[in-house]
C-alpha cells in the first residue's frame, strides 16, 4: 500500500513540474499573453530554455526530498505502540492484547513456544544438569 502511495504521490508532484515546463514553453511558442490579453509577442527561446533550467534544477532536490520524506513517514507509521507494563497495543484508538491484535490486523493466529535464549535460561533457573538438558 505504501508503495503506490509514494508512486502517486510522486507522479503527481513530477507530473506539476512538467506541466510548468510545458507553460513555460507554450508561452513562448504560442505567446500566451498575446492570446489572453492580445499584446504583442516576441519570440525568445534562450528564456524559456532557462526558466526550464531552473524548474529542473528545483525539482531534482524537492524529488529527493519528498522520496526521503516519504520513507520516513512511512517508517513512523510502521510502528506498533505497545503499552510498556501490559504489552497490549494500540491500533486505531483501541487497545488489544497482541493475539488480537495479530488476529485483527494480519488475520493471524497465534501459537505460542519458546526460543533458545529463554530456554536456555529456564533450564538453568530449573539447575538442571548439562547432560539432563537435551
Not at 532557462?50 to 528545483?58: G, Q
Request: hydrophobic share 45%; with cysteine; aromatic share 12%.
Amino acid at each position: 500500500m505504501e508503495r503506490k502511495m509514494s508512486k502517486r504521490i510522486l507522479l503527481y508532484q513530477n507530473i506539476g513540474f512538467i506541466i510548468i515546463i510545458i507553460i513555460s514553453w507554450l508561452d513562448e511558442l504560442i505567446g500566451l499573453p498575446t492570446i489572453i490579453m492580445g499584446t504583442e509577442h516576441s519570440h525568445n527561446y534562450g528564456e524559456s530554455f532557462l526558466e526550464s533550467i531552473i524548474v529542473i534544477i528545483v525539482w531534482i532536490p524537492v524529488n529527493i526530498m519528498t522520496r526521503t520524506l516519504l520513507k520516513r513517514l512511512f517508517y513512523l507509521e510502521s510502528l506498533v505502540k505497545m503499552c510498556a507494563w501490559c504489552r497490549r497495543i494500540e491500533y486505531e484508538g483501541k487497545w488489544y492484547t497482541q493475539e488480537q491484535f495479530y488476529k485483527l490486523g494480519f488475520n493471524a493466529s497465534v501459537t505460542h513456544g519458546i526460543c533458545n535464549e529463554c530456554l536456555k535460561k529456564q533450564e538453568d533457573a530449573a539447575g538442571l544438569p548439562a547432560e539432563d538438558k537435551n
